[in-house]
């Protein structure tokens, strides 16, 4: 890629000084360092909560934990049979270029089983589901349709290294996301989420440093704008335009209004994740959508 100016009147896009040199046999230390902290702070959150509708005997919240807990431990159970009913699951004959990546990664990370399933939903958000093997994998189609070789490689490998993180284990704990869950519950979800999002963030972080060492920075940035952006519109996304929106996120009153949000959102915004990215693993190599 060409020189790129990542200082701006004082600011400077952090970067590291070389590098890392990625190793599949290392994954779990590439963990993101907030995650283990911040799952800290959620469980003595959730457990001060239980505490204290207990002592105040708050039932209805009590079984509104109870019921998410249910939901999700009944979600897990019957993925598998789930899936099988409603979309069309990866194998050998049957998406086969799929199949081949997924046991790719299998290998490279050393992941458990798992079993892939490719479901019409309008979601560019892949499902990971499970608390032992076999986990479960859902693609929605509209992701497929836009991404393929190593952007797909990026998403499959965001989606093992969950798995392989035990995320989807802290998920039924924690009570995974407001789709997995019944209507009656959603308002639960939407409380957990503002209690737990610092950690419920770290988590994506993580999953995209493994998506990372899957496929490289630059199929990973290029996939992130794709979903954000559109796949069309892409290739006229510029790092030179995006830095500058990261410089301008740390001016004045949009740096306040930057944080509120980030603070109030589970999952982290565009930019934020692009400068995690770039801070772990270095700038990519060539513009965004021009391979």
């Not at 207990?54 to 079984?63: D, Y």
Request: avoid cysteine; glycine fraction near 8%.
């Amino acid at each position: 890629m060409a020189f790129l100016n990542t200082e701006r009147d004082g600011w400077r896009l952090k970067l590291p000084s070389a590098p890392p040199r990625l190793d599949d046999a290392r994954l779990l230390e590439y963990r993101h360092p907030t995650e283990l902290p911040m799952l800290w702070l959620a469980l003595v959150a959730l457990a001060i909560l239980l505490v204290g509708a207990a002592m105040l005997k708050q039932k209805a919240g009590l079984l509104g934990v109870a019921g998410v807990w249910m939901a999700m431990i009944v979600t897990s159970l019957q993925a598998v049979t789930h899936n099988l009913l409603r979309g069309a699951e990866v194998t050998p004959t049957q998406f086969p270029e799929i199949y081949r990546m997924v046991q790719e990664l299998r290998q490279r990370f050393q992941a458990p089983l798992v079993r892939v399933f490719v479901v019409r939903r309008f979601s560019f958000e892949p499902e990971t589901l499970g608390f032992s093997a076999p986990y479960t994998i859902v693609l929605p189609s509209v992701l497929l349709d836009s991404l393929e070789g190593d952007r797909l490689r990026y998403v499959l490998g965001r989606a093992l290294g969950r798995i392989r993180f035990g995320h989807t284990r802290i998920e039924i704990l924690l009570g995974g996301d407001e789709s997995t869950l019944p209507t009656l519950l959603s308002w639960v979800a939407r409380l957990r989420d503002l209690i737990f999002a610092g950690y419920r963030r770290a988590q994506v972080l993580s999953a995209d440093r493994a998506g990372i060492v899957a496929s490289g920075v630059t199929a990973a940035i290029e996939t992130q704008i794709i979903i954000s952006v559109g796949n069309s519109q892409a290739h006229q996304v510029r790092s030179e335009d995006l830095i500058e929106q990261s410089y301008q996120l740390t001016r004045g009153l949009g740096r306040v209004h930057a944080l509120l949000i980030k603070l109030a959102s589970a999952m982290p915004p565009l930019i934020y994740r692009l400068e995690a990215m770039v801070e772990w693993a270095g700038l990519p190599v060539r513009e965004p959508g021009q391979a």
